[in-house]
């Protein structure tokens, strides 16, 4: 479970009736459509209530400014991976944990090169202490569901460390697809070098 301190970012609040939950996910929409257009330094609450057509109060009533505006958009963008883990877990254990990586790493790096905000939300996360702690903790709680998936797959690695191999495994992967898609980079040579990488990581590991 999350432990909320001064330096987590959070919304105000989170809908609970449909009507409000409209217009959380429209704020949410702009503001990711609005952050790949301009980058974060260009980035205001202003523009994204007027891009979704409502009173910058309502903005605010959710969000307190555009750097938790950009920590729940990294939430957001954690789901889609998270679904993922699911859906391997419910595979177990009839895939091996080089099959787990490889196909991971894949869909992971099809969101990546699919969804260019991904990019601009991961570099607006990095701007401050507050927002890099709050995604630290995003971070953290995706490697602990790697970790979980791992645990049938590397029965001989003890789960304080499977722990931190979870949360190296997200860390590595978010930075190393961050540097795939860079102008002049190949996206399909740094995902070959990734899951070497990681692959190698963990046979040091689990042996």
Request: with cysteine; charged share 25%.
């Given at each position: 479970m999350r432990a909320v301190t001064a330096q987590i970012l959070e919304p105000r609040r989170r809908p609970t009736q449909e009507r409000s939950r409209v217009k959380f996910d429209q704020l949410l929409a702009e503001s990711r459509a609005l952050l790949l257009e301009v980058g974060f330094e260009s980035f205001t609450c202003e523009e994204v209530a007027h891009r979704a057509g409502l009173p910058i109060g309502t903005l605010y009533q959710f969000f307190a400014n555009k750097y938790v505006i950009v920590c729940e958009l990294d939430r957001q963008d954690a789901v889609a991976v998270r679904e993922e883990l699911a859906s391997f877990a419910e595979q177990l254990p009839t895939l091996d944990w080089l099959r787990f990586l490889d196909r991971l790493i894949d869909h992971i790096a099809a969101l990546w090169v699919a969804d260019p905000?991904?990019?601009?939300?991961?570099?607006?996360?990095?701007?401050?202490?507050?927002?890099?702690?709050?995604?630290?903790?995003?971070?953290?709680?995706?490697?602990?569901?790697?970790?979980?998936?791992?645990?049938?797959?590397?029965?001989?690695?003890?789960?304080?460390?499977?722990?931190?191999?979870?949360?190296?495994?997200?860390?590595?992967?978010?930075?190393?697809?961050?540097?795939?898609?860079?102008d002049g980079q190949e996206h399909a040579e740094a995902v070959i070098e990734l899951k070497r990488m990681l692959a190698a990581y963990l046979l040091s590991a689990e042996s």
């Amino acid at each position: 479970m999350r432990a909320v301190t001064a330096q987590i970012l959070e919304p105000r609040r989170r809908p609970t009736q449909e009507r409000s939950r409209v217009k959380f996910d429209q704020l949410l929409a702009e503001s990711r459509a609005l952050l790949l257009e301009v980058g974060f330094e260009s980035f205001t609450c202003e523009e994204v209530a007027h891009r979704a057509g409502l009173p910058i109060g309502t903005l605010y009533q959710f969000f307190a400014n555009k750097y938790v505006i950009v920590c729940e958009l990294d939430r957001q963008d954690a789901v889609a991976v998270r679904e993922e883990l699911a859906s391997f877990a419910e595979q177990l254990p009839t895939l091996d944990w080089l099959r787990f990586l490889d196909r991971l790493i894949d869909h992971i790096a099809a969101l990546w090169v699919a969804d260019p905000s991904r990019r601009a939300v991961w570099h607006a996360v990095q701007s401050t202490p507050a927002t890099r702690a709050t995604a630290a903790v995003t971070e953290r709680e995706l490697g602990a569901e790697v970790a979980r998936v791992l645990a049938p797959l590397t029965p001989g690695t003890p789960r304080v460390r499977r722990k931190i191999i979870g949360e190296v495994i997200v860390h590595v992967v978010y930075s190393m697809l961050n540097f795939s898609i860079r102008d002049g980079q190949e996206h399909a040579e740094a995902v070959i070098e990734l899951k070497r990488m990681l692959a190698a990581y963990l046979l040091s590991a689990e042996s």
